[in-house]
Structures are given as C-alpha cells and as structure tokens.
C-alpha cells in the first residue's frame, strides 16, 4: 500500500513525529480542536503562572485579615483574587515562620498546585527531587543553595491526595512600607514550593 | 501498585540539578501533548486516577528514562485504545480509519478558559463522621495492591498522628477502575522523619491520607 503519510519521510525526531502522528488522528476524528491546544498552551505561557502565586504571598504579607484568611481557608482566600481551577481545586498555605520551613513535593507523580504556579518545572517532575526530598530534605536545599538554620524544623509535605500546597515564605528584612507589588518581586516560584528562601532586597 | 512512580527514599538518581531559566516546554511536542493529554481528559472517558494508574503502569525502565511529557503521552495511548478511540494502525500510519466517538465532547478553544478555571473538585459529603480524630495515633495499613493506591511505599506500617481533617474525597483507589468515587474520609497525618527513615532529626513528613489506609493504634 501507499506510503502518502508525511510522518516516516522527514527528518523530525521520534517524539514530534509520535506527538504530530496523534494529534493528527484525534483531530481527523473531531476529538481534538487544535485550537483548543493553542490556547491551553496560551494560558500556561501566560496567564497561569508563578506570578499568581507571588501576588498572593504580598498580600498575606501585607493583609494580616487575608493572611487569616489564607490560612483557615486557603482555597476561598486564593479564589477570592481570581484564582480556580485545575490542580488549585483544593489549597492549604504553608506558612514558614520561626523555627519552622515547609518543603512541597509529589513522590507519586507531579501533584502541583498549577493556579498559583502554573507547570511544575522538569525538576519537580524527575526522580532525583522525588525521591530524596522526603528522606534527604536538608540535602535538597542545600543543592538549591538554602542552608537553614540546624534548629529549624523542616515540614515535608508528599502531596498524596487532591489537596495542593502553597508555601508561604516568611518576609524579608528591609522591606518595611513595601506595597504588595514590589514585595510581590521578591517571591520567586522556588520559595512557594519551598527550595528556596523570599529573595532579600 | 508497587510501580516505578512510587520514589520516595529511592536512591541513586544523582543531583537534582534544577536549570536556570528553565524554558516552560523545552520542545514543541511537549506543549502540544500538554495541551492533547488535557482535552482528551474533557471527553470524559477516564478519571485522574485512571490516568494516573496507567502511568504508573508504564514499563519500569521506561518511566524511569522518559521525559515527563513523554510518560503523559505513553499512557495517553494507551487509554484512548482502551476507550476504543484510537488503534495502534491510527498511529502509525497518522490518520484515521473511523470516525470518533464523542465529538460532541471534544474541547473546542472557546471553552478552554473555562474548564480550566473551573477544575474538577474532589470533595464529597458524606452520611458517615470521621472515624479518626485529631491527634490521634495511626498506623499506616501494610496495602499493596496491584491496582492504584495513594500511599507512597515509604509510609507503609508506619504510625503519625491526624493532624487535620480534611472531609471525604473521591476515593482514588475505587475510581481508577469504574468502580465508583466511594468517597472516604482524607487525613493529613503527620510522621516524624527519623522514625520513617531510622535517622535524621528536625524533619517531619505529612501525607493526606484515606480512612481506609489507617488504622488506629
């Protein structure tokens, strides 16, 4: 039979081809808009990302009635400035404090809690971070460059269920009279995740 | 399932090496299965929990060596061929032989804002309280089932203590395999690091965790 399909004949590499191969038949079939692809890829380039999450922490920092808010309720809390929807459907804030940081992983598979962060990076996803955050945590940080204090308590959280976590970094020195937007500058998606520490000015 | 996802305390995987200014896709086939793998989701045949199962139902060596788009795509295939609305032909040859089955269901770009934002929440009430109260004791039952199952391997026989109540949810287990959300009560237990691992101080470990995974000691 006829080779007429383009897939075999060029050069690309086995995974475009498989990924172009199987876009092509469900689109054949009406089960995927390409369009619709474009625009998930549109809103997680865009509009759902860590930057959501860093708005949420300047105003914890700067709200102290949100801040109660966001901890007895932290899913209505991060509705309330806009944020829902896919793996954001159930939150908890973590509030590092004295004494006390909080480290997110997903030892099962990817869990993250993508209305506040948008996609987890490829680090978040591979084995090494997945195995070794529970067993190893001060290793983990330290490979992030955040050494803590040996009395500090660190929190692990394996995110087994639905329930998506969000850290909340404690704020940094020398920020007194910030507003919300520039503090929200110093919240990078690693301190929200927890390998990291809310940037000093 | 004991399976190749379930990593916690595996060793030997080297550094975690996380890239600066890491690319949101690092090639365009993983933003086009991103965006494949969630609009086979809005068809409706499947579950999260079927769709984790069959990633982690991957072939060991493979999930372990697959990019993650890539372990997303693998088990694409394999539930749209057990949905029946692909075949491995399809595939190969990139066209396809029949019509599909729900295009009424398929996701179309005006509708993407809104399932998205929308989500698909968990939470179910139930009839029955929480059999487990705060602060108490429990151990983590010895299960290894060769279905899904959300405790990590690491945890197992293991005692912590409630530390929050979370209501009931979907029961993962259940509904990964069409046999209904069965929603059970979810408990965030909390286990200390050096009991878990027989070493380490100031490092605590907290898993949500089903009533059925329990039990009280």
């Given at each position: ?9 060029n ?6 081809a498989?990924t172009?191969?199987?876009?092509t ?62 793996q ?52 983990v ?5 955040t ?7 660190i929190?692990v959280?394996?995110?087994?269920a639905?329930?998506?976590?969000l850290?909340i970094?404690?704020?940094p ?5 910030w ?23 | ?7 916690g ?7 975690i090496a ?10 365009e ?5 991103l ?61 396809a ?11 179309h ?16 009430t ?20 060769t ?23 979907v ?35 907290r898993?949500?965790?089903?009533e ?5 000691v």
């Amino acid at each position: 039979m006829p080779h007429d399909h383009d897939h075999h004949d060029n050069d690309l590499d086995e995974m475009t081809a498989l990924t172009r191969a199987l876009e092509t038949v469900l689109v054949e079939k009406g089960l995927v808009d390409p369009a619709a692809v474009d625009a998930i890829i549109e809103t997680y380039s865009n509009d759902v990302g860590p930057r959501n999450g860093a708005s949420v922490v300047a105003r914890a920092w700067t709200d102290p009635v949100f801040a109660d808010f966001l901890a007895t309720d932290a899913t209505a809390a991060i509705a309330s400035m806009g944020f829902t929807g896919r793996q954001g459907e159930h939150m908890r804030a973590l509030f590092n404090g004295a004494g006390v940081h909080n480290l997110v992983v997903c030892t099962l598979c990817s869990c993250y809690p993508w209305t506040v962060l948008g996609l987890p990076p490829v680090w978040y996803k591979s084995p090494p971070y997945r195995s070794r955050s529970v067993r190893d945590p001060r290793g983990v940080l330290a490979e992030f460059g955040t050494i803590l204090p040996d009395d500090t308590e660190i929190r692990v959280w394996d995110s087994t269920a639905e329930l998506r976590y969000l850290v909340i970094p404690e704020r940094p020195a020398g920020t007194e009279g910030w507003d919300a937007e520039r503090l929200a500058a110093l919240v990078s998606r690693d301190a929200m995740i927890g390998t990291a520490l809310a940037d000093v000015p | 399932m004991n399976g190749p996802h379930d990593l916690g305390g595996r060793m030997g995987f080297g550094p975690i090496a996380p890239e600066a200014d890491e690319p949101l896709f690092h090639a365009e086939w993983e933003a086009r299965a991103l965006g494949i793998v969630l609009c086979c989701g809005a068809l409706g045949y499947w579950t999260i929990d079927e769709s984790r199962h069959a990633r982690e139902s991957i072939a060991p060596a493979d999930y372990l060596r697959f990019p993650y788009y890539r372990i997303w795509l693998t088990a694409l295939i394999e539930l749209l061929q057990r949905h029946g609305e692909l075949t491995a032909r399809e595939l190969v040859d990139g066209h396809a032989l029949t019509p599909g089955k729900r295009p009424e269901k398929c996701l179309h770009a005006q509708g993407v804002v809104g399932v998205l934002s929308k989500g698909s929440p968990t939470c179910r009430t139930v009839e029955v309280a929480p059999r487990l109260g705060i602060g108490a004791r429990v151990r983590v039952r010895n299960l290894q089932p060769t279905g899904h199952i959300r405790v990590p391997g690491y945890l197992r026989g293991h005692v912590g203590v409630i530390e929050s109540q979370c209501g009931a949810h979907v029961f993962p287990d259940s509904n990964a395999v069409h046999q209904g959300e069965q929603p059970q009560h979810l408990y965030t237990v909390a286990f200390d690091g050096a009991q878990v691992w027989g070493q380490g101080e100031g490092v605590s470990i907290r898993a949500d965790l089903w009533e059925s995974y329990l039990e009280a000691v």
